[in-house]
C-alpha cells in the first residue's frame, strides 16, 4: 500500500541515462504471455492500493501494483464488479499486468473487454515523465485517448502507476444453462442469440456441449430459459471461472495452447487438435502441435489472428505478426513513448 | 518549411483526380463551407473536394502531402467545437458523397458503412432484422458516422451502451502519405496497439476515416421512461447516485433544470412540470420482466429521494413525447434567445450541486443566462448560455464565460469535454485540463502519424506557445504557467 512512483521514475531516468533496457514486471503471472525479456526486472509491485472508490460514480482508481483479488473483494462489498471479468492466471495478478496484457473474461462479448472500461491512466513515458491521460470521468474527450493506447500494449509504451476504471454492478442473478449439440451446431445457436435481445452474458462450447450463462432478474433468466431450452448447471459460477483461469480439463494438456480471435460466425476450419469455443465464437482456445506458420496463415484468411499463450518453441512470437503496412506505425509510436527503447523491448514484437 | 504551390496550379493538379462538380474553388462554393456546427468560428478554405471513392481521397492527400497543404476532413459539418473549421491554406475533404451502406452482416451484427453515412441511417437500415446502433448524439439525424468517430461521440444512451469508441469494430483510414491502413478487425481484437482506440475522438489529426464497421445491437424487447420532477435540484442529483447504487444502469437518465424546462414545454408540449426546479427522465430497458421490475422500483427510490411528481409513459406515444422536450431542447432554448452558446464538460455527479451553483453565480456576474442539460447518469454537462450576437462584444463575453464553466469542470475533477471535442473552441482549456509534459506528449504521437504537421494542424492540442500566451492572460493560484518559456 505504498505509492513508489518517485522511486519507479528514478529508475527509469537511470535506466535511460545507462541505456539499459528493463523488463516491467508485477508480480509475474503473465510471464507466458510476450517473448521473455533477458534484461533486469523492473518491479512495479510494491505500487498498490486502492486510491478511489465510489460506488455511486462507477469509477475505481487503483495503483498498478494492486492485486485484481483485493479489487475484487472491494467491489464485492458493494455489489459491484469488473465487467471485464478478468483472468489473473494466478492467485497474484495485478491490476497493472491486467490492463497491460487487455486480458477479458467469458462476459467480454456482451460487456466489453478490458479496453473498454478504462477511463484514465497515469504513466511515465520513457524520458521519465509521469503523465496523466484521461480521468475518473465516463466521457471525456480532451487529448488523444492514451490510455487504451496503453491497455494492451505489453508494457512497450510507458509504466503503468494509476489506473481508473469504470465499474457497473452485479446482475441480480446469474444461470448456466447447456444443451448437447456438435461444434457447427453451436455456432449457429450462438449467432441466433446474438441478434436477440437476450440476457446471455457468457457463452462457449466445450467440443460436446453448448452453455450459456445469463445475467438478469429472477424472472428475465426465467422466461430467457424458457426461450432458450437447455438444462440448467449446478455449478455454473464455478464452470465460467474454470475456463476463465484455464483450470477447465481442456487445458491441461502438454502441448502448445492457441488463443484464435476470430469473427464469430467463422465456420470452423481445418485444424488439427482440439478446440473450445468461447466468446460466442469470437475467441476459440486450440491445442495443437500444428505448425505454428500454418495455424496463423489459416486464421489470418479467416479474418483472425492466433497468438501462442502456451508454447514448447521459444523461437515462435506469441503474438500474430503484424500486417506489414502496420508496422512502421507501431514503431513510430513506440518512438513517440519510449524514444531510447527502455521498456520491455521485443516482448510484444521482436521488432518493437 | 512548406513547400507551398499556388492555388491555380493545384487545381490544375486536383482537376484530373476529381470529377467536375467534385473541386470547388470560387469564393461563393466555398461559402457553406467556412464553418461546422459552431458557427461562431468561420474561415474559407483554399479548397473543398468531393470525392467519391477511397482512390480519390488517396490521390488528394498524397498530392497534398507532396507539396506540403494541410487537409482538413470535414463529415456532415456537425460538430460543435470547430474541429473541422477551414483554413485558409488548407484543401476541406469533404467525405459527404461517400454515403454508402456497404454491408450488413446480420449474423455477427456488423454494418460496414463509408463515413458519410448519416448515424440514424444506420439504424434505419438495420432495423428490420431487429438491431439497431446504439451511439445517439442529438444531431444523429443528420450527423455522420465518419465525424462520430473522429469525435467519438456519445449521446443519451452511453450510460449503458458507451461511446463510439466501444462500438465500432474496424477502421480503414488513408494516412497522410496516402497509403490505406486496415484498423481493427471484424473479432473482438486484433494484433499489436489498439489504433482503434487511438483514432476515435483523434479529430481528423492522425488520419482520415475511409470506411467503418460499426457493432449492432439487438433492439431491447421493451424500453420505458419514467419522468420524476424535484422542487431542488440537489435532490435530484442525489436520486441519480441512488438508482445507480441500487444496481440498475439505465439506458438514459437525463436532467434538466428550470429554465430548460421552460423551454422546452413552451417548444413542445411534452407535459413537463415548469415548475420544477428539475426533472429526470430515466429510461430503462431490457427485457419485458426486467423492465416491469425496474420500473416499480425507481418510482419507489424516486419518491424515496423526494420526487414531487412522478410520471410514467403509459405507452410508447407518450414515451416519444416525454422524450421529445429532451431531444428539443438546444432548439427550444434557441426560442428564448437569439443565440446560444453550448458548452460540454463533464464531472463526477456528486459535484453537480457545486457546479450548478458556481454556474449560477458567474451567469449573475456575467449578465447572461444559463438553461442546463445534463446527461446525468454520466455527469456530462451541457450549460446552453444564452446571448445576442447583435449586441457588441456579447460573443466574446459569453466565450469567457463559457471558458470558465470549462474551468470549474476541470476544478471539479472533471474534463473539459464529454462527447464535442476539443476543436478551436477548447484549445486554450486544454493548457489548463493538462502540463507541458503531456501536450507534449500528444504532439510525439500526433508526429508519429503526421511528421509534416499537415492534418488538420493547428485544432486539439495546443502548442506550448499557445499555453504560454494563454497563460499570461490566466495566472492560476499566483503561478507564472510555463515558467521555461520566455516571455517579452
Redesign the interface.
Known amino acids: 500500500m505504498s505509492d513508489l512512483s518517485q522511486t519507479l521514475r528514478e529508475q527509469v531516468l537511470d535506466a535511460r541515462e545507462h541505456q539499459q533496457p528493463v523488463s516491467i514486471q508485477g508480480n509475474n503471472t503473465k510471464g507466458f504471455l510476450g517473448n521473455s525479456g533477458a534484461t533486469p526486472i523492473l518491479d512495479t509491485s510494491a505500487h498498490s492500493g486502492i486510491l478511489h472508490y465510489e460506488p455511486t460514480e462507477l469509477v475505481l482508481t487503483a495503483r498498478a501494483g494492486t492485486l485484481l483479488s483485493d479489487i475484487t473483494q472491494c467491489l464485492d462489498e458493494h455489489q459491484q464488479m469488473l465487467a471485464f471479468e478478468p483472468p489473473g492466471f494466478g492467485d497474484k495478478a495485478t491490476l497493472g499486468g491486467t490492463i497491460a496484457c487487455n486480458l477479458s473474461g467469458p462476459r467480454r462479448p456482451y460487456a466489453g473487454a478490458a479496453r473498454d472500461f478504462v477511463l484514465g491512466c497515469c504513466i511515465i513515458n520513457g524520458q521519465g515523465q509521469v503523465l496523466k491521460f484521461g480521468g475518473e470521468v465516463m466521457k471525456n474527450v480532451a487529448g488523444y485517448d492514451v490510455s487504451r493506447l496503453m491497455t494492451g500494449a505489453m508494457g512497450t509504451l510507458g509504466i503503468l502507476l494509476d489506473i481508473s476504471i469504470k465499474v457497473v454492478p452485479k446482475p441480480p442473478m446469474e444461470l448456466t444453462i447447456r444443451k448437447e449439440v456438435d461444434n457447427e451446431q453451436a455456432l449457429q445457436v450462438m449467432s441466433r442469440w446474438r441478434q436477440r435481445p437476450m440476457p446471455v452474458s457468457a457463452a462457449c462450447h466445450d467440443g460436446n456441449h453448448l452453455y450459456f450463462r445469463l445475467s438478469g432478474s429472477e424472472s428475465a433468466l426465467k422466461s430467457a430459459q424458457n426461450k432458450m431450452g437447455g438444462d440448467r448447471v449446478d455449478n455454473g459460477e464455478d464452470f465460467w471461472e474454470r475456463l476463465r483461469e484455464h483450470k477447465h480439463a481442456f487445458f491441461d494438456i502438454n502441448k502448445p495452447l492457441w488463443r484464435l480471435s476470430l469473427p464469430a460466425n467463422t465456420p470452423l476450419f481445418n485444424l488439427d487438435g482440439k478446440q473450445f469455443i468461447d466468446w460466442g465464437g469470437a475467441q476459440r482456445w486450440l491445442v495443437s502441435s500444428m505448425d505454428a506458420d500454418k495455424i496463423r496463415a489459416l486464421t489470418y484468411k479467416a479474418g483472425g489472428h492466433a497468438s501462442l499463450y502456451r508454447r514448447m518453441d521459444s523461437e515462435v512470437e506469441t503474438f500474430h505478426p503484424l500486417p506489414e503496412a502496420m508496422l512502421p506505425i507501431h514503431q513510430r509510436i513506440k518512438q513517440a513513448f519510449d524514444p531510447d527503447n527502455i521498456f520491455n523491448p521485443g516482448r510484444m514484437y521482436k521488432t518493437i | 518549411m512548406q513547400k507551398s504551390i499556388d492555388k491555380n496550379k493545384l487545381i490544375l493538379l486536383l482537376t484530373p483526380i476529381l470529377d467536375s462538380d467534385a473541386l470547388l474553388h470560387e469564393e461563393e462554393d466555398l461559402r457553406p463551407y467556412e464553418c461546422d456546427g459552431l458557427s461562431a468560428y468561420r474561415r474559407l478554405p483554399l479548397l473543398v473536394t468531393l470525392p467519391i471513392n477511397i482512390e480519390q481521397v488517396q490521390a488528394i492527400v498524397r498530392l497534398c502531402h507532396e507539396h506540403r497543404i494541410p487537409v482538413i476532413a470535414r463529415g456532415a459539418g456537425t460538430g460543435l467545437s470547430g474541429g473541422a473549421l477551414p483554413r485558409e491554406d488548407a484543401v476541406l475533404i469533404s467525405l459527404a458523397r461517400l454515403n454508402k451502406i456497404l454491408d450488413i452482416d ?4 456488423l454494418a460496414t458503412v463509408q463515413p458519410g453515412v448519416r448515424n440514424l441511417a444506420i439504424s434505419e437500415a438495420v432495423a428490420a ?3 439497431y446502433y446504439a451511439p445517439d448524439p442529438s444531431s444523429q439525424i443528420a450527423c455522420s458516422i465518419g465525424g462520430n468517430v473522429a ?2 461521440s ?1 449521446g443519451v444512451h ?2 449503458k451502451y ?2 463510439t ?2 462500438n465500432i469494430s474496424q477502421i480503414r483510414m488513408v ?1 497522410i502519405e496516402g ?1 490505406l ?2 484498423i481493427g ?11 482503434l ?2 483514432m ?3 479529430e481528423g ?2 488520419g482520415i476515416i475511409v470506411e467503418i464497421t460499426v457493432k449492432l445491437l ?4 421493451r424500453a420505458q421512461v419514467i419522468l420524476a420532477a424535484f422542487d431542488d435540484v440537489e435532490r435530484a442529483g442525489h436520486a441519480v ?2 438508482i ?6 439505465p439506458a438514459g437518465l437525463e436532467m434538466m433544470d428550470n429554465p430548460a424546462i421552460r423551454a422546452a414545454e413552451d417548444f413542445v408540449h411534452a407535459g413537463y412540470p415548469v415548475d420544477a426546479a428539475a426533472i429526470l427522465l430515466c429510461e430503462l430497458d ?5 423492465v ?3 420500473i416499480m422500483h425507481v418510482n419507489k427510490l424516486m419518491k424515496d429521494c423526494g420526487a414531487v411528481q412522478i410520471k410514467t409513459a403509459s405507452d410508447e406515444a407518450q414515451r416519444q413525447q416525454l422524450w421529445k422536450g429532451r431531444k428539443a431542447a438546444f432548439p427550444a432554448v434557441g426560442r428564448i434567445a437569439p443565440d446560444y452558446y453550448c458548452m460540454d464538460g ?5 459535484q453537480l450541486p457545486w457546479v450548478l451553483k458556481s454556474i449560477a453565480n458567474l451567469s449573475q456576474e456575467y449578465g447572461l443566462a444559463v438553461a442546463n442539460v445534463f ?1 446525468a447518469g ?3 454537462l451541457h450549460p446552453l448560455i444564452l446571448y445576442d450576437a447583435n449586441k457588441s462584444g456579447e460573443l466574446e463575453k459569453t466565450e469567457e464565460f463559457g471558458g470558465k464553466i470549462l474551468e470549474l469542470c476541470i476544478e471539479a ?10 476543436g478551436m473552441e ?1 484549445i486554450n482549456q ?1 493548457c489548463i ?3 507541458d ?2 501536450l507534449q ?2 504532439h ?6 503526421d511528421p509534416h504537421n499537415l492534418l488538420n494542424p493547428g485544432k ?2 495546443p502548442t506550448l506557445h499557445r499555453c504560454a500566451e494563454f497563460g499570461a492572460m490566466h495566472v492560476h493560484k499566483g503561478q507564472l504557467p510555463h515558467p521555461e518559456l520566455e516571455r517579452f
Open positions: 446480420r449474423d455477427q451484427c432484422y431487429g438491431l469525435e467519438n456519445g452511453c450510460l458507451g461511446l469508441v466501444h494516412t497509403d491502413l486496415t478487425s471484424h473479432g473482438l481484437d486484433s494484433p499489436g496497439y489498439d489504433l482506440a487511438l476515435t475522438g483523434s489529426m492522425l439487438p433492439i431491447p424487447e447516485g441512488r445507480i447504487a441500487d444496481g440498475i444502469i431490457g427485457t419485458n420482466e426486467e416491469s421490475e425496474q463533464t464531472i463526477p455527479r456528486k446527461h454520466d455527469g456530462n475533477g472533471g474534463t473539459i469535454t464529454g462527447e464535442h471535442g476539443v477548447k486544454m485540463q493538462f502540463k509534459d503531456e506528449q500528444f510525439a504521437v500526433k508526429y508519429a502519424f486539439a492540442v
